[in-house]
């Protein structure tokens, strides 16, 4: 099939794409303009295998290499190996020693007691506009909100939410696409140098006056003894940036689109407000901020679904796709937010389940409900056609999003 599975028009529908190749090209074979081999899988039960299998699947190409392939590399430029090399790109034992020493940092202990400082944002974000009787809803709370809890989880003054959002932006980007653009390159350049100069500070600061936050935790991590390098300390905090930041902001966003567009299931939630964790568990399936996972390799020839995929391929799993199967989801193209049996794959699987999906689904239900609550006739402020859509490969997001409500004074 002779698919554009990145262009704008795409980006603004990619559902009909996706069901067409589930049904007539479920393992997608394409070869890019450098020769190398990449696979777009589209069906439920093949994504959730390829999840649940990091020895045949890695995520770490060097991993796919004889010791000779491995030695004839060129070298990675530092700042493709500065925005790359984090835990969602590493494989056992390194990812399991990662893993271990953050993920006390995610525990209900840790992430339920920021219920109420969330809260009390969202609500701050709201009175600045409520008055106003309509804003820009990305820019004006699905972004700042996130960049708050993530700026509070760090322990970093929210005077500098402005450079976070810059770095964000930043570090979404394709390493691959910044390394091909010699002025994305620079820029890019400039902003990891800002980023490292600024974290520089703070990590040397935390190191004499420890604070109860999470950089804290992180320089004074212990695992067996273990502890962070200065470089996978960057690291981490990059993939919080973006994994702990983007991905909310278009959970927020696409949410509110769902149920917009949506009227009698937005009707629903008003009436019945206990439905609100199953609602997020709805957007996340039918329109969720994570439209593909992140880049795997196969480790040695691999069949599976009837196709060999050859050593070294790359395999790009689609989850938006997987969780609109008919075979996995009665309806799938309908929003049904009291959906049963929800096992979507939006925060994905196995070994690289998403650490964060809790704090994640915290900020989901609050950003939703105060807005229902809030504002209770919250509508669009444009047709529907006229939205447009961030064209980041793995993310699914609205670039802006203008709404209205009644204003009372």
Not at 183 to 193: D, E, G, I, S, V
Not at 235 to 259: F, K, P, Q, R
Request: a neutral charge; hydrophobic letters at 40%; glycine letters at 6%.
């Amino acid at each position: 099939m002779q698919l554009d599975l990145f262009g704008p028009v795409f980006k603004a529908n990619p559902y009909p794409t996706y069901a067409a190749l589930r049904e007539q090209e479920p393992f997608c074979r394409r070869v890019n303009a450098d020769g190398k081999v990449i696979w777009f899988v589209t069906r439920y039960a093949d994504v959730a295998a390829i999840l649940r299998d990091p020895v045949n699947f890695v995520k770490d190409v060097r991993h796919t290499m004889t010791p000779s392939e491995r030695a004839a590399l060129p070298p990675t430029p530092a700042l493709v190996h500065q925005l790359s090399n984090h835990m969602l790109n590493l494989d056992p034992p390194d990812h399991t020693r990662l893993r271990s020493l953050v993920s006390k940092a995610f525990t209900g202990a840790v992430v339920n007691p920021m219920e109420q400082r969330i809260q009390a944002m969202a609500d701050t974000l709201l009175d600045k506009v409520q008055a106003h009787g309509g804003m820009e809803l990305i820019d004006d709370f699905a972004y700042p909100l996130p960049i708050y809890v993530i700026a509070d989880l760090l322990g970093i003054p929210l005077r500098d939410q402005r450079r976070f959002r810059q770095w964000s932006q930043a570090f979404v980007t394709p390493s691959v696409n910044v390394q091909r653009n010699t002025q994305k390159y620079l820029k890019t350049q400039r902003l990891m140098a800002d980023f490292t100069g600024y974290m520089q500070k703070c990590f040397a600061e935390r190191r004499t006056n420890p604070q109860p936050d999470l950089i804290s935790g992180l320089l004074h991590a212990e695992e067996q003894g273990d502890k962070l390098s200065e470089e996978e300390l960057y690291s981490m905090v990059i993939l919080l940036i973006v994994a702990g930041h983007e991905t909310v902001v278009d959970l927020i966003g696409n949410g509110v689109l769902a149920l917009l567009q949506n009227p009698d299931q937005l009707t629903l939630l008003h009436q019945q407000p206990a439905l609100l964790d199953a609602a997020i568990e709805e957007i996340v399936r039918y329109d969720g901020p994570v439209e593909r996972a992140t880049i795997r390799f196969a480790a040695q020839d691999v069949e599976i679904g009837g196709h060999t995929i050859g050593r070294g391929d790359a395999v790009n799993l689609v989850l938006a796709a997987a969780d609109r199967d008919p075979a996995q989801f009665p309806l799938p193209d309908h929003f049904d937010i009291a959906r049963p049996n929800n096992r979507h794959l939006g925060f994905g699987l196995g070994l690289h389940y998403c650490l964060g999906a809790g704090l994640g689904r915290l900020e989901g239900r609050i950003a939703i409900s105060t807005l229902l609550r809030r504002l209770p006739d919250l509508r669009l402020a444009v047709p529907v056609d006229r939205l447009r859509w961030r064209t980041t490969p793995i993310l699914r997001g609205l670039q802006h999003m203008p709404v209205m409500w009644t204003a009372v004074e």
